[in-house]
């Protein structure tokens, strides 16, 4: 793992734009492992459900909530990627929940446009002091749907949410006003690459018809300062336990598919998640 540190300047561009771009942030080994598990994750692919996209696709993703001793849970733990949410949100983090976005090759469906705040701030979170980084499993280019944002939305603060399909998705009608002011930023990665995101900028991928996946992990972090002041279906402030770069290649092909029926029991059910009312969203 490229022991981390964000500069002044990348801290400044995040304050600016709402996002981040850490290239190389897992090197090759330690990317490809985490592909492979992933893909070979029964478990993990057990517990994955599908959200319509209103496009007439299907978007596919599994949750968990709490970090785990798989080698997901010690890329979320891993003191660089920890180090970098703590530096954005300044001060203490904790693991708010992870998910593997499974774009997969020709059908993986289309992310409407929305900030996660939209919807996090339903679960009782008073401040937008959460950041998500996204780290690309597989390259993530424009033909294979790669994360879309409009940099600088997050200085627009919570925008309404509607339901398209089974999404919560932005009000189209200030998105479109945005788009005529700032910039639409197709953000395409390299495998290891980490993008990190303001709770409130506003972001979208399209339908997968390529030949390649496009996978990512996303680990949400929330300012332990930040507690929700209520119980939802993901966690209030529980410590994160900090792990040593290197207990990334250590943990291998750890999973939830191996011996570790605790690890898996944090992955979220699909009733617990479905977007049937704005609060229950990823
Ligand atoms: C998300 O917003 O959670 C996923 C968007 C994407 O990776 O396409
Ligand atoms: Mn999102």
Same mark, same amino acid.
Request: hydrophobic share 35%; glycine share 8%; charged share 25%.
């Given at each position: ?63 968990? *909530? ?25 001060? @203490?983090? &904790? ?23 939209? &919807? ?13 980084? /996204? ?17 600088? /939305? ?25 788009? @005529? ?77 191996? *011996? ?23």
């Amino acid at each position: 793992m490229n022991s981390n540190q964000l500069t002044e300047s990348q801290l400044k561009a995040y304050a600016e734009d709402g996002y981040v771009l850490v290239p190389g942030m897992l090197d090759p080994k330690e990317v490809g492992m985490l592909g492979r598990t992933a893909r070979e994750d029964r478990v993990l692919d057990q517990h994955s459900f599908g959200r319509a996209d209103g496009e007439g696709g299907t978007v596919r993703l599994s949750l968990w *909530n709490h970090p785990t001793e798989t080698i997901y849970g010690m890329i979320a733990r891993s003191e660089s990627l920890v180090g970098c949410a703590e530096q954005i949100l300044g001060g @203490e983090v &904790y693991h708010y929940h992870s998910k593997m976005i499974m774009k997969d090759a020709k059908i993986g469906g289309a992310w409407a446009w929305h900030q996660d705040y939209g &919807y996090w701030y339903q679960n009782g979170i008073l401040f937008p002091d959460l950041t998500s980084a /996204s780290i690309a499993v597989d390259k993530a280019t424009k033909e294979n749907g790669c994360l879309q944002v409009i940099r600088g /939305s997050h200085k627009m603060g919570r925008v309404d949410h509607v339901l398209t399909g089974d999404q919560a998705g932005a009000d189209m009608e200030r998105v479109t006003k945005c788009l @005529e002011r700032l910039e639409l930023v197709h953000v395409e990665m390299e495998p290891g690459d980490a993008l990190f995101f303001h709770a409130n900028l506003l972001h979208r991928s399209d339908q997968n018809k390529s030949e390649q996946p496009r996978w990512s992990m996303i680990c949400c972090y929330n300012a332990a300062r930040n507690d929700p002041y209520k119980e939802s279906h993901h966690p209030r402030y529980t410590p994160l336990q900090k792990v040593a770069d290197a207990e990334v290649l250590k943990a291998g092909t750890k999973r939830f598919g191996d *011996n570790s029926d605790s690890d898996a029991a944090w992955l979220v059910a699909e009733k617990d998640t479905s977007a049937t009312s704005l609060d229950k969203q990823a």
